[in-house]
């Protein structure tokens, strides 16, 4: 949608959980633990966990806390295993809803899950339901308070490093990769001496679905419930909320 900033529709959800301070860090130490539990403890040898452990310091989590994540997971003792469990569904009026997971408890997570939607006015689809209105992307934002840059001249920049488009916002400039792209164009962009808002490969939209009155409240009470949740990771949803910006 053009003039549309995703990133800005994916932040303000972001911003609610980070207030959760001790909920968010818990969530990130779980990813941490799984990634390292794949592909090793080694950052520099291990993308995902590279990309893990820059969030979690964005997110001000203690250093402690990381290495606590990752000796517990690379260690020699059998500990709990996490499988990643994705949900599709709709919200109130329509809005297209995918819900990631990490669990212990399957049983659990559905349970929870289900009972989110259907107390706020959703439901709980089939696998694939809503995931085609969805495009996996590289989303990389540079604060534009941060760096003096001419907007053309980051474009240029950022598409010599195989970046797929930019978005201008007043606040940000956001560059969109393919997720096989997003390392790559994000080291470049490092080396051009770029730092990142936020750097992470994320589902983008390809359509909003603007709500108002109580289907609004609705939505944004089944956001905070599915939040809550110890299990779950991440929440994807194509509601507009530019709207909020002028409530």
């Known amino acids: 949608m053009a003039g549309h900033s995703k990133w800005k529709n994916i932040q303000r959800r972001k911003n609610a959980q980070d207030a959760k301070r001790g909920k968010l860090f818990m969530k990130l130490a779980k990813e941490i633990y799984v990634a390292a539990k794949n592909g090793g403890g080694d950052p520099a040898a291990n993308p995902s966990l590279r990309l893990v452990i820059e969030k979690a310091k964005a997110a001000n989590m203690p250093g402690e806390n990381i290495e606590r994540a990752i000796k517990k997971a690379t260690g020699n003792q059998e500990h709990t295993h996490y499988e990643e469990i994705r949900y599709e569904g709709y919200g109130p009026g329509g809005v297209a809803v995918m819900v990631v997971c990490l669990t ?76 096989e792209s997003f390392e790559a164009v994000k080291e470049q962009l490092e080396q051009q001496g770029f730092t990142f808002a936020s750097a992470e490969i994320t589902m983008i939209p390809q359509t909003y679905t603007t709500l108002s009155g109580d289907e609004l409240k609705k939505m944004l009470k089944l956001i905070d419930t599915l939040e809550d949740d110890d299990d779950v990771q991440d929440i994807y949803h194509n509601l507009d909320e530019s709207v909020l910006d002028e409530a």
């Open 104 to 179: 212990d408890n399957k049983n659990r997570t559905a349970a929870n899950v289900r009972a989110a939607f259907s107390k706020n006015g959703g439901n709980l689809g089939e696998t694939g339901c809503v995931s085609y209105l969805f495009e996996r992307k590289g989303l990389l934002v540079i604060d534009r308070g941060e760096h003096d840059v001419d907007e053309d001249e980051l474009l240029l920049l950022a598409i010599e490093a195989g970046a797929e488009e930019m978005e201008t916002t007043d606040e940000s400039f956001e560059v969109y990769t393919a997720p």
